[in-house]
């Protein structure tokens, strides 16, 4: 019997009725023939509720009291999906993590799964159960208590199913139909997917598209799942969303698939930095180590250098405009330990980050030159660049953001079909 | 180390502020040398709305899902507790049902226990922790699924490990400050008790004084585990409350300890019944396949035995009024497919109970006798008698039954101490 993954996340299950509108995708599946995994988040809202609970008893809570309280959400969609199932004579029942048992490792609060063995559920399935629905999001430790995953943890969970039980297809329903060109919100041009890479997803994700948690897609990409992307207020069919697969499913790509952006970023420069072996290390250590994501990072000789006895560099950097702090305090820190020395940080909070990806850049050259050529056109002054294989990240001053989506969507074509 | 069980109730955890006043009643057991376990219910309300969604999911639930969905609550506030005891500096963690693990019976709503393994809760206590905290009103069953004890579950949660842990005492703080000798908004004079025994407990639980559950209460009778009733809103120390005990421990009692009510009940009379073997069987048998609470049965020679020549007999019995119809649907039923036969069913809708209790009755005779009169003398007509070795009850007009318990209160001096 061939299988398939379904997740509905919490806006979908958020009530009674979603449950059952969610039910019905899962019945329009069994019918055309598929044993089906579900997994389910928790009703939207009770999992902030028991957070909040959990975070005014014990500021300073202990992670394995978190995740036992934190996790009941989910098993209380598990139990309702199944129910609202059985109502439709859909033989189903519900999973907790430790009745799977979904074995992860004790980083409570973080885990990640160490294994999922099949043999209690596919025995469920051998007796005629259609339907498994696994509460997502939780495991259970080689000590026996409950984990969580972390944010988007039931994103993950469903991958994760749909790899150990080779699932022919790994469906996130969500609260979006699909993967966009970019946002529709900057642009009315935005055009939906049919397909994109996982190189491109990672990529997309990972620069600030909401969609999927960039675990979830590293997982998929290891194991090959194809995921799919819908709605779960839609009517869909076997054709709607978007569908997130290996490079080799897409047959004839543009050299850039989505302009991704991430509006709150700060540049830091350290002026004159000693420039000796080690002196990254010494500096991206202590940020590490402070929370601070450093994201683009260039190193480029100093305009001083002539008048300095030992070698110099300026040293810029890039991280979220909120830890910005965090990252001034380190590096203060590290010049009054004496690991590193520098004549001024300059930072600069009003910057953002607009992407272009697209697996085709690997085969095509003059990429970043029209990207940089449609940013001239339109005045905006590029800060730093970055690049990766199938990636041209700029900074820009976060005034000219949407200006410059909207731009690189234009000089790419991307409202164009393939 | 000595070791006590503390049970607390939804309203008595309804709410983070709750939780913390229960912890600290925690807490000042473990200052006076104990290790405690804690059973915990639900937050308040929290039970009724996960039984709602399941009911509006599915009218006939799978009580396999019921279960799953049901004893989420527990887990949380096992958490939370667990959580607010560690910011108390008192080592804790929490136990859900499966982690103990709390074996029980297949019966899922209703499953009774089959066993408590102390090995792991033990080990933890070996480690220093000084409370466990226990997840009430649930376990696992031999399948691995998450079972649920039918209403009253976490008092019977909390005797069980009181048996198994072998524990010095368990407290039930609840909503009342103790066991009356009679429900306080009937008569003032209303005094509670600082000791009761298991079997006048058992009468009063089961003639409706809700305190504490049946069922519970024969389980600590069975392994004698002393049990605490006292308030979760009080002040409160090693004298509050009431201890439900053997009668060993009650040096002196009173002859009568209470009296109990029960508000709507009613009497319904088989009128020139044939008087053969076998026909007590053929009417209760039928009454009890539908359910029907059958409590007081009093069988007497009919009035118009002498016409007849068959013997004849009428057979009365008392019913909660709400199952007066289902009653009489099966008495109809039986008599339809020829199994008993009778001339007319007569009903009593306006009845209630009202009984005195004491272990003291043993030895004492007279006890039905002052009863009667007290009745008698304040003009109440008693329409059925029946009696146990502790235990005296009478069915009369339901406008009386104020009236009637205040006049037993009164009679037996209740309202002065042993």
Redo the contacts between chains.
């Keep these: 019997m061939p299988l398939l993954v379904m997740k509905f996340g919490g806006t979908s299950v958020a009530d009674?009725e979603r449950?059952r509108n969610a039910a019905e995708k899962v019945r329009a599946e069994v019918e055309r023939g598929y044993d089906v995994i579900v997994i389910v988040s928790a009703m939207a809202g009770r999992t902030n509720e028991?957070v909040g609970?959990?975070g005014?008893?014990?500021p300073l809570?202990?992670a394995?009291?978190?995740d036992?309280?934190v996790s009941?959400?989910e098993?209380?969609t598990?139990?309702?999906m199944?129910?609202?199932l059985?109502?439709m004579d859909i033989p189903a029942?519900?999973w907790?993590g430790?009745?799977v048992p979904i074995q992860t490792t004790s980083q409570h609060g973080a885990a990640r799964f160490v294994d999922i063995p099949r043999a209690n559920i596919d025995a469920k399935f051998g007796e005629g159960f259609k339907v498994a629905v696994i509460a997502g999001f939780q495991g259970v430790s080689p000590e026996?208590?409950?984990t969580t995953l972390g944010r988007g943890g039931s994103d993950t969970t469903a991958v994760a199913f749909a790899a150990a039980f080779e699932a022919e297809r790994c469906d996130i329903y969500t609260d979006v139909d699909g993967i966009y060109t970019t946002d529709p919100r900057i642009t009315s041009k935005a055009r939906k997917l049919e397909k994109i890479s996982f190189e491109e997803m990672l990529e997309l994700a990972s620069l600030g598209a909401k969609v999927l948690q960039t675990r979830s897609v590293e997982l998929a990409m290891r194991y090959k799942v194809r995921l799919r992307v819908l709605s779960s207020f839609d009517d869909t069919d076997e054709t709607s969303g978007t569908l997130v697969c290996d490079e080799d499913e897409i047959m004839e790509s543009k050299v850039v698939s989505g302009v991704a952006y991430s509006r709150e970023e700060a540049k830091l420069t350290l002026v004159t930095v000693e420039d000796r072996p080690g002196i990254a290390a010494a500096i991206f250590g202590p940020l590490a180590d402070a929370g601070v994501n450093v994201d683009m990072i260039v190193q480029n000789i100093s305009e001083d250098a002539q008048g300095h006895d030992k070698p110099v560099t300026d040293m810029t950097f890039s991280c979220p405009v909120d830890q910005v702090a965090r990252a001034r305090k380190a590096l203060e820190a590290a010049r009054d330990a004496g690991h590193i020395s520098y004549e001024t940080l300059q930072v600069d909070e009003d910057a953002a980050k607009v992407s272009v990806v697209g697996i085709g850049m690997r085969s095509h050259a003059g990429v970043a030159a029209r990207m940089f050529s449609a940013l001239a056109q339109e005045g905006v002054n590029i800060k730093v660049i970055a690049t990766s294989e199938i990636k041209i990240s700029v900074l820009i001053d976060r005034k000219y953001m949407e200006l410059a989506v909207q731009a690189l969507h234009d000089a790419f074509e991307l409202d164009k079909a393939g």
Excluded: F
Aim: charge should be neutral; avoid cysteine.
């Design positions: 009674l449950i028991l609970w959990v005014a008893t014990s809570y202990d394995r009291e978190y036992a309280v009941s959400g098993n209380v598990a139990g309702l199944a129910l609202t059985q109502e029942r519900s907790q430790w009745q026996g208590r409950i």
